[in-house]
């Protein structure tokens, strides 16, 4: 299985920038997509920006022009710079990969513990 670890996480000003890394570690045959998402206390997970193995990219639209998501195939991470922070940013942040973990074309999603960004005004 596929193990993730964050960091980058921290307190920055409003204006500031911020980067987001996320390594995955484990038995594997393939990554699909990675991504980060993000969840406020009491608010359901929301997207904040994927990108395919292809190197399609989404962005929530809250973080588009803003954020830039990035990954190294070669390394398995996945990045993600915050530019132009907002305090509404301040959330904790989950790396998210989507396997294959034998080459079967079975579907696995994988969750990182989370990171934590703190956005002051």
């Known amino acids: 299985q596929v193990q993730l670890v964050e960091s980058g996480g921290g307190l920055v000003q409003a204006g500031e920038s911020l980067r987001l890394s996320c390594a995955a570690s484990?038995?594997?045959?393939?990554?699909?997509?990675m991504g980060w998402y993000r969840q406020a206390p009491g608010k359901q997970r929301e997207l904040v920006a994927t990108i395919s193995s292809g190197g399609r990219t989404k962005y929530a639209d809250s973080v588009k022009s803003r954020f830039t998501i990035s990954r190294d195939k070669a390394k398995n991470t996945v990045s993600l710079q915050m530019n132009s922070l907002k305090p509404e940013d301040t959330v904790i942040y989950h790396c998210?990969?989507?396997?294959?973990?034998?080459?079967?074309?079975?579907?696995?999603?994988?969750w990182g513990q989370g990171t934590l960004v703190t956005v002051s005004s």
């Open positions: 998210n990969v989507v396997y294959d973990p034998l080459g079967y074309a079975d579907i696995l999603v994988a």
């Open positions: 484990g038995s594997h045959f393939s990554i699909n997509d």
